[in-house]
């Protein structure tokens, strides 16, 4: 390797690296291209500004002559008709393939591929010969459906890791390929590989996060693929490095050309590898771990129309991915959802202090998968499964709660002996915990055992720590060995889920809750809870206006009337209004469990009459004896389309032009009897129109007929002014049907708003 004052050959833009500054090395700057190809950089008139200097060799125009030169002087027509295209029709991820006029550079008359990209102010051309693919490399719609299909198929991720690892062995050739998976600490496992019969198998073996820096790891988010047809390539400088402009190298961080860090070149070199290639795996717009291609038989160059089709799939099993990844924590948080309501109702009903209550339930420990919980109240400790002694509990919580008392938010940690070495000694029943607390005073904490296991790195890890402990002057060079070496991890627990985080923190929620039943007046505690369990105010939604109030009855007696609105991963818009049967505490927790499965049900996907149905199976299985009624509503703010299921609601208003009549709407009997089933009806809104859900606490009045109540309810709201805001319309409702209100109240009004 080249001296670290003296730039590399790959990387004229800057010094060559070593292993001490390679986690600062600016990659994507390196002024060199690899030989396979050829790269222009344009200004905003189409003339050349940089070239790689092979463009001699390549187009026959020496590189000195090519500055000032227009796109169609280089290239011919077609490229220059082409590029332009394709960058003002904002359209840069497809390769231009075209055929060179004859000419005297060795490309002339040759079909090439033209990859375009921006790059700060210049547009930047590179240019790769199409060669003859493979029979492996073949690409057709058909091969790559297929492919798809079969990716689709596999029911987990492993699974679905090893068929990515087979279709892109497949497609590419390479000796062998490897879905390579990143932890937290950004260090790497091989969960799939396929690969030649003789070679040794990687499956399983660990590599340490030094092996691919930061600023690498970046890149691979940016440019989802990154081929190195041969490792023993010369590279290709730009000329000038330095862009006139700006003084500073072009920066190639979309380039399919780009030179590779020496030290990345001397690490594959290590590992006897001729070829390489990378594909991204991204999920939540973060790299969740990468498909690694290795060639060790000689230079492998992949077709770019091959490399499309892989990053293709690598996008596909990203999805696929992160899909088996929500529908798994969907299942986690639904189960914790039921698990937290059993618990929070036997809390309410039962009547011992609430503490001792929920220290002898042994779901609390099931809640976040924890075998061990100490709760610390006003000088008293509680405890339940298995717990260290008293003082290692302090300890622990003094530790967690300098991060948990400033956020108010729960603090987890699988790995407490790196707060405090001291709980070593204690990890075979706190290696792990998760906290949360109001004060040094009360705090509840959940605790896990070490869990032990072995870990199979690729070579030892601790090499560049050990050489710099042994002498700091000494060059270091990339891993020479990549043998299996074997270390057993202690002191770690499984890791916390946020999942857990956040039920631990509704925990807290309903603890104060019931706290503050059991230490106020009832109308106090109706005032709290119905705060904590109503929406306050509706969401702001584009295209729509939504208005709510809600009013509890006389004494401000708890009741089960609930609405909610919340937007759906489509940009649809769920509203629901409904009310559970019956007043008090027991009203108001059936309501907050029966309101939380339907927002489960509508996020997973199914259509409002599938979610009523499930809500009624729902309330037969956990709330035996209670019942409720409820209107959903599915809205698309775009459209005005509206999708409505209903179980024994009244039927919902809709306001058009100066007309107000209530909708016929073919329901299922009410929630909680196990009978009949929901249907799916739809409408349109155009602008202006309103669809007014209310519960019956609106309507019903002792000696009133209910349908002379609706038809004066739907009289003020057709005559009332809801031109503008809905605020003072809305209010004039709660009182539109005279009578002394026995119930709470709940109406909400939905108003398609003008289209741009």
Partial sequence: MTSDNVPSGHTPAYAAPDLTTCDQEPIHVPGAIQPHGLLLALDQDERVVMASRNCAGLLGIPTRDLSGM????????????????????????????????????????????????????????????????????????????????????SSTVPELCDQLASEIRRLTGFDRVMVYRFDENWNGEVIAEQRREDLNPFLGLHYPSTDIPA????????????????????????????????????DLSHSVLRSVSPIHIEYLSNMGVSASMSVSMVKDGQLWGLVACHHYSGPLRVSYDARSAAEFLGQTASQLVHDRARADTRTDELRASVNLARITADLASDQRPVYDTLLQDPRLLRLVDATGVALWVEGSMSTLGDVPPEHVLHTIAARLGEGGEVSGRPVANSHLQGLDPELAAFSDVAAGAMYIGNG????????????????????????????????PTVRLSPRKSFAKWQETVRGHSAPWEPWQLGAVESLRAHLASELVRRSHEHAALAESLQRTLVLDEAPQVEGLDIHARYRPAQGSQLGGDWWDAFPLADGRITVSVGDVSGHGVSAATAMAQVRTALRAYMIDGHSPAACVDRLDVLMESLLPGQTATVVVLVVDPATGHVELANAGHPSPLLLQGDGCEPMPMAGRPLLGVGAGSARTDSLTLDEGDILLVYTDGVVERRGVQIDTSIRRLSEAASSSDHSDTLDAWIDNLLTAVPGTLDDDLTIVAVRMAARA
């Fill in 440 to 471: 040094p005073d009360r705090w509840m904490m959940w605790l896990r055992p070490e869990l032990e296991r072995t870990v199979a790195w690729g070579g030892d890890p601790y090499n560049k720590a050990l050489a710099l402990a042994e002498d």
């Fill in 215 to 250: 600023q690498a790891r970046r890149l691979y988010t940016v440019n989802w693929t990154r081929l190195i047809a041969d490792i023993g390539y010369d590279p290709v400088a730009i000329d000038p490095v330095l862009d006139p402009a700006t003084g500073a190298p072009l």
């Fill in 70 to 153: 227009r796109l169609q002087e280089v290239l011919g027509p077609e490229p220059a008709r082409l590029v332009p295209r394709a960058l003002a029709e904002g359209d840069v991820s497809a390769p231009l393939r075209t055929t060179l006029p004859p000419g005297q550079g060795t490309l002339a008359g040759q079909d090439v591929d033209l990859i375009v990209h921006r790059s700060g102010t210049r547009v930047v051309v590179e240019l790769e010969p199409v060669s003859d693919p493979v029979p492996s490399q073949h690409v057709s719609y058909r091969s790559a459906r297929a492919a798809v299909t079969r990716l689709t198929q």
